[in-house]
T-cell receptor, first 111, second 116 residues
Framework: EDQVTQSPEALRLQEGESSSLNCSYT??????LFWYRQDPGKGPEFLFT???AGEEKEKERLKATLTKKESFLHITAPKPEDSATYLC????????????FGKGTMLLVSP | GAGVSQSPSNKVTEKGKDVELRCDPI?????LYWYRQSLGQGLEFLIY????????KSGLPSDRFSAERTGGSVSTLTIQRTQQEDSAVYLC??????????????FGQGTRLTVV
């Protein structure tokens, strides 16, 4: 059974204070790892897909990286508008038609 | 439309009643997913449709839950004889291709179901 664990559960940062969110996974053959952002009362918004260890993707202040066991979402000089819950999901060779999600990290960036 | 559309946005129902939740996927997307998100929990997979193939129903929690997709587009999730534990946000997502293409899924805003 695919498992995804995200840490920390919640993170509070000051504006400009860089940090990283972690997504650890256990799957039988990773086919893809997906990062989403979810604002309160809204559906998840797609950010990145990573397919193989060593891959990196960037978008504005966000950078996602992938190893064989985990992924990191690095947030550089965050702004209050980056406050949201960040979700990690995996697709594997066993649960091929589904995305298995972690419980998310709730990020709050204070001005 | 520009994105995945779900209706209603909110639904309050009495215990024991049946409810129908609707999802309009992004035009041209062949794959459609239903997920459930409960307070403090991660997204729980319910069902997956891909084109004309038989749906993957492995995530449906009980036989009170069913879903259909008509004409490869609009989908309806039906919950019969609702229970209080069915209260959650039901999210629909669509993807331009099936799982073999390994593409991302785009989510709607969800339907918040409250069973009283």
């Amino acid at each position: 059974e695919d498992q995804v664990t995200q840490s920390p559960e919640a993170l509070r940062l000051q504006e400009g204070e860089s940090s990283s969110l972690n997504c650890s996974y256990t799957v039988s053959g990773l086919r893809g790892l997906f990062w989403y952002r979810q604002d309160p009362g809204k559906g998840p918004e797609f950010l990145f897909t990573l397919y193989s260890a060593g891959e990196e993707k960037e978008k504005e202040r966000l950078k996602a990286t992938l190893t064989k066991k985990e992924s990191f979402l690095h947030i550089t000089a965050p702004k209050p508008e980056d406050s949201a819950t960040y979700l990690c999901a995996v697709r594997s060779n066993s649960g091929y038609s589904t995305l298995t999600f972690g419980k998310g990290t709730m990020l709050l960036v204070s001005p | 439309g520009a994105g995945v559309s779900q209706s209603p946005s909110n639904k309050v129902t009495e215990k024991g009643k049946d409810v129908e939740l609707r999802c309009d996927p992004i035009s041209g997307h062949t794959a459609l997913y239903w997920y459930r998100q409960s307070l403090g929990q991660g997204l729980e997979f319910l069902i997956y449709f891909q084109g004309n193939s038989a749906p993957d129903k492995s995530g449906l929690p009980s036989d009170r839950f069913s879903a259909e997709r008509t004409g490869g587009s609009v989908s309806t999730l039906t919950i019969q004889r609702t229970q209080q534990e069915d209260s959650a946000v039901y999210l629909c997502a669509s993807s331009p291709q099936g799982w073999r293409a390994n593409t991302e899924a785009f989510f709607g805003q969800g339907t918040r179901l409250t069973v009283v």
